[in-house]
């Protein structure tokens, strides 16, 4: 037997691992089985920078204000129901406005994206938001802060180097460390387009949100599946995927998401509120979490802030958030953010 060899089973034997050390393995096993299910539910925070691209200022409040409202409104209901949220956040919010500096990716944009003019020497209140970051900071003892891009640019290894890659997340650190933000540890991809891992990886992160989880019989078909997929975007009719955690020999913790809280097309989502049925799509996800609470699994559900733009938005979440308050009451489920989970599983 060789040393690798010898290593290798002494460290089994004592429980002495590194990240580098595990295979393909689940959290759960016989030796060490959850006590309860868990729930994620992660807030991707960025204001008009998702859509820098393709700035619609009509999804958007004039001054911002809504969506500053629907943050601290979601932090009340948090705090309300005892449920951890990781907060995914864009760099640039942590400024009040344009610091022209040094290293700028925003500059390319210029003549490009017609957002540059908001943007570049400017303090438009939709894309910046130190207000917000101080917020957070104050009220988040419990949450999670997580990258979520400096400029929210899109991390398809395709059309982004691993120089830009670098140069987002150190300069998002600079920014957060400028706050006195703890060193994060999770990330949440610019429109869940995973890319350079190991990148990420060398910067001390250790988990991140991979795309959403489907179903592996009818919806891994060619044609049917392809259908059935463009019917769930419409109407949210199957209950979100629950799962284990696996944990890679390299690489950082993948948790993907279960299902987005306002992925259903909201011109049905808006009919069903006409017709009186406007738990129709949440119903659906509550059975998920049952699920993951009864199998002792993970369901990961997310939103963005600005997607609560009516009372019957937060009912919806009230709801959810009842049923999953009931069921950490009753010790069946647990509610972390995602570093924590990550953290937990390396640890098993």
Not at 115 to 122: F, G, K, L, T
């Amino acid at each position: 037997m060789d040393l690798a060899r010898i290593c290798f089973k002494v460290k089994e034997r004592l429980g002495i691992w590194t990240r580098k050390e595990f295979g393909i393995m689940t959290m759960v096993t016989e030796e060490n089985k959850a006590s309860t299910g868990y729930f994620l539910f992660s807030l991707d925070t960025e204001l008009a920078w998702g859509h820098f691209d393709n700035f619609r200022p009509g999804i958007f409040s004039p001054d911002g204000q809504r969506e500053r409202y629907a943050i601290r409104r979601l932090l009340d209901m948090l705090d309300e129901f005892g449920i951890v949220a990781t907060w995914a956040v864009v760099g640039h919010l942590f400024y009040t406005k344009c610091e022209k500096c040094e290293i700028c990716p925003v500059l390319e944009w210029k003549g490009k994206y017609n957002s540059y003019n908001d943007i570049y020497d400017a303090n438009s209140p939709l894309w910046y938001g130190a207000d917000i970051i101080r917020t957070l900071i104050q009220r988040s003892g419990r949450h999670e802060i997580a990258f979520h891009g400096y400029t929210h640019r899109i991390f398809d290894e395709n059309t982004f180097s691993r120089e830009d890659a670098r140069v987002e997340i150190t300069e998002w650190l600079r920014v957060t460390q400028s706050m006195q933000v703890a060193h994060p540890r999770t990330v949440v991809f610019p429109r869940n387009k995973v890319g350079h891992l190991d990148v990420f990886e060398a910067h001390g992160f250790v988990c991140y949100r991979g795309d959403e989880l489907l179903p592996r019989d009818y919806y891994s078909l060619p044609l049917i599946g392809k259908f059935l997929n463009r019917i769930d975007l419409i109407t949210q009719f199957r209950t979100p995927q629950i799962y284990n955690v696996e944990i890679n020999r390299t690489g950082l913790i993948n948790l993907p998401a279960s299902r987005g809280l306002f992925t259903i097309n909201r011109k049905f989502d808006m009919l069903l509120d006409r017709l009186n049925l406007r738990n129709f799509h949440i119903q659906r996800i509550i059975r998920g979490v049952e699920k993951a609470a009864k199998e002792k699994k993970i369901i990961h559900i997310y939103a963005h802030p600005f997607e609560f733009r009516a009372e019957r938005d937060f009912e919806k979440l009230r709801r959810l958030f009842e049923f999953v308050a009931d069921q950490i009451k009753n010790n069946r489920l647990q509610s972390v953010s995602m570093a924590t989970l990550a953290e937990t599983a390396l640890r098993s």
